[in-house]
């Protein structure tokens, strides 16, 4: 199997390899599907978010929201759906990720020097643990870009803007028990930074002042309080 296809087999298998804003690009058909461009384009060094206007370098990035209060106990159907949201989020942010980082000098070679062993059995193996490795190196990249924080926004009857927060560490999705209502004129941005409130935070086990970025997924409907 071409190793490229193999690498992006194992992305999807092997998507628990998480440890610990993210937004998208340009996007057609459902957000949520694995091979759209998620971080950032198929290019090394260039990363950008969406916005109505254009895109915008992340490092330029200054839009932030603030949480005005508390809106609700979420669901535990509204806590899975969130959950499923910031995975498949999360997932193909990873191989998007793996697919950038494969063609880096250190792992073509690496490639290379494995597609030269005689022993076709013990290189079906170098490769497999070749794969892993990328992975996790994808996986720790994604999560120090985003400081493992989500903010996955909300779609209510009353139309206001209402964001749940989930942690992503050690492969795990972990959403905080209530949704809270933020200051942001329309609806929340893709990108958007976010602080979540000191008792989500404290849930979550997260560092004071540290912001979750606004995914970019479709609304996760839920029912008013």
């Given at each position: 199997m071409h190793p490229r296809a193999r690498l992006f087999i194992a992305a999807i298998s092997l998507s628990a390899l998480w440890l610990s804003g993210c937004a998208?690009?340009?996007?057609?058909?459902?957000?949520?599907?694995?091979?759209?461009?998620?971080?950032?384009?198929?290019?090394?060094?260039?990363?950008?978010m969406q916005t109505p206007s254009g895109q915008v370098k992340v490092r330029d990035l200054a839009a932030i929201a603030r949480v005005i209060r508390r809106y609700k106990t979420l669901e535990a159907a509204e806590k899975e759906l969130i959950r499923l949201a910031v995975k498949r989020k999360i997932d193909g942010l990873i191989a998007q990720e793996a697919r950038?980082?494969?063609?880096?000098?250190?792992?073509?070679?690496?490639?290379?020097?494995?597609?030269?062993?005689?022993?076709?059995?013990?290189?079906?193996?170098?490769?497999?643990?070749?794969?892993?490795?990328?992975?996790?190196?994808?996986?720790?990249?994604?999560?120090?870009?985003?400081?493992?924080?989500a903010a996955v926004p909300m779609k209510t009857a009353e139309n206001r803007s209402i964001v749940a927060?989930?942690?992503?560490?050690?492969?795990?999705v972990q959403v905080a028990a209530s949704a809270y209502e933020v200051d942001a004129p329309g609806s929340i941005k893709p990108g958007t930074r976010i602080t979540p409130p000191a008792d989500a935070m404290a849930e979550l086990r997260t560092p004071s002042k540290v912001a979750a970025t606004t995914l970019d997924v479709s609304p996760v409907r839920v029912s008013p309080p």
């Open positions: 998208s690009g340009p996007v057609t058909g459902d957000p949520t599907e694995l091979d759209q461009p998620m971080f950032g384009r198929n290019q090394d060094t260039t990363y950008f950038i980082i494969e063609r880096e000098p250190k792992y073509v070679q690496a490639r290379r020097r494995i597609a030269t062993m005689p022993d076709r059995r013990a290189a079906a193996v170098e490769n497999r643990k070749l794969d892993q490795e990328i992975l996790r190196e994808a996986a720790r990249r994604v999560a120090d870009r985003m400081a493992n924080l927060f989930a942690k992503v560490s050690d492969g795990q």
